[in-house]
């Protein structure tokens, strides 16, 4: 996972030959041919191609969505909250705790404390302690 998010887009012809490109909590967009950017989706985005791929083109078919943890797991975020994150493209705890700074600042306020909590709830689940410092 990353802040990077796909979507397959039909093109003039309804057919979805289009990719559009975003980072998470960047307005701007990149759209290129699904044929020019096979490779790098088998790296980045081998689920979604696959189901792009297996459905002949449907766009609805390859519009995946990530496998993880409910927001509303974390203690503090109801469902409003959530779902504005899911507007945002952050659909679950895994997301949300590998956000960039850059992604988190252009979110809004409060997504750094959403940041830190997801990321001790992962720590938490994995069973992991943080170190303290002694002195």
Request: charged share 30%; no cysteine.
């Amino acid at each position: 996972m990353s802040n990077i998010r796909i979507e397959f887009l039909p093109s003039e012809d309804e057919k979805p030959d289009l990719i559009e490109i975003r980072r998470v909590g960047d307005p701007n967009i990149v759209l290129y041919k699904v044929s020019e950017k096979v490779e790098w989706l088998k790296e980045h985005f081998p689920a979604e191609l696959a189901a792009y791929q297996k459905s002949g083109g449907e766009v609805i078919a390859a519009n995946i969505r990530p496998q993880g943890t409910e927001l509303t797991a974390l203690k503090g975020v109801g469902p409003r909250r959530a779902q504005t994150l899911v507007d945002q493209d952050v659909n679950t705890v895994e997301q949300l705790a590998e956000l960039s700074d850059a992604s988190v600042s252009s979110l809004g306020a409060g997504t750094v404390d959403l940041r830190k909590l997801a990321r001790d709830y992962l720590a938490d689940q994995a069973g992991l302690k943080p170190r303290q410092a002694v002195g």
